[in-house]
């Protein structure tokens, strides 16, 4: 068993033992909005994926439900040689925010080896996910918070910015 599948076993009981003390962390850092909080977590997000494989993971696919705005639709079907409509029948439903989802879950383009069959063309909330090397994190904390009992290293980042806020 690799470090990222070790990690994705022990999440549900790091999520019980650290998820006070982050939310805690976090909803100071919510009022401060410290400048090196950008810097801190980019470099925290490159050391954390050197041992994090999201192939091996890939819970992100099995569990979340991105948000799918017509760009991605029309690239999707583009992709998949298909009109746009024809796409969002096949694939979507409208979610209680009125937002386009996949009907399916895990994702229907997630393969059995955990590779994305639509990886070039996949929607933008999967390209950006977990969201821990984007700018002003300040503003991504509570979806930060709402990540932790899926990712492993948004867990993993998530502890050792306490450790260098605290």
């Known amino acids: 068993m690799n470090y990222t599948e070790k990690s994705l076993l022990a999440l549900p009981l790091e999520y019980k033992k ?6 805690q962390c976090f909803k100071k850092l919510k009022k401060k909005k410290p400048k090196k909080l950008d810097t801190i977590v980019h470099e925290l997000d490159s050391e954390v994926f050197e041992n994090i494989d ?3 993971c890939a819970n992100c696919c099995k569990t979340l439900g991105p948000r799918i705005t017509y760009v991605d639709i029309k690239r999707l079907a583009k992709y998949l040689k298909i009109k746009p409509s024809e796409f969002s029948t096949i694939y979507l439903t409208i979610d ?3 937002d386009y989802v996949f009907k399916t879950m895990p994702c ?6 955990n590779y994305c069959m639509v990886y070039n063309s996949r ?14 994190f300040y503003q991504l ?7 932790l009992d899926v990712c ?9 910015i306490v450790k260098a806020f605290d």
């Open 54 to 56: 999201c192939l091996a």
């Open 18 to 23: 650290n998820k006070q003390e982050i939310e």
């Open 123 to 136: 929607p933008k909330a999967c390209r950006e996910y977990p969201h821990t090397d984007r700018k002003r």
């Open 96 to 98: 209680e925010d009125g």
């Open 108 to 113: 229907p383009f997630l393969m059995p080896d």
């Open 141 to 147: 904390l509570s979806l930060t918070e709402k990540n």
């Open 152 to 160: 492993p290293a948004v867990m993993e980042i998530s502890k050792a």
